[in-house]
């Protein structure tokens, strides 16, 4: 049964901008963004806590916003002023734990994961 499905990635240039969602199965104390360029590890973006409570990679403030439909358990990044660098596969993920427990951006905090979507972005 997949817990997690991603949607929304694709090619944009830079400057552009892209909305990911992240259908869930089922709520997750914690839920957060991740992604990985090519050769590089996994890396953490965004977190969002079951009350709302978010919090940000110092690479994705102020770009990026990450918030959820509760009613829908569809989770969502909002990605703008897309650069570069953003490239790569952008997974979704799931916690049992409260966002506040856990190192939220390890990407060993979190239980469940989705297949990943592709994020290209052209200067």
């Known amino acids: 049964q997949v817990q997690l499905a991603e949607s929304g990635g694709g090619s944009v240039q830079a400057g552009g901008s892209l909305r990911l969602s992240c259908e869930y199965m089922e709520r997750r104390t914690c839920m957060g963004w991740f992604r990985q360029a090519p050769g590089k590890a996994r890396e953490g973006i965004a977190s969002i806590e079951s009350i709302g409570n978010t919090d940000y990679a110092e690479s994705a403030k102020g770009r990026f916003t990450i918030s959820k439909d509760s009613a829908k358990q569809i989770l969502y990044l909002q990605m703008n002023g897309l650069k570069p660098e953003d490239t790569g596969t952008y997974y979704c993920?799931?916690?049992?734990?409260?966002?506040?427990?856990?190192?939220?951006?390890?990407?060993?905090?979190?239980?469940?994961w989705g297949q990943g979507t592709q994020v290209t972005v052209s200067s």
């Open positions: 993920s799931g916690s049992v734990s409260p966002c506040a427990t856990i190192p939220r951006f390890s990407q060993g905090a979190y239980d469940f």
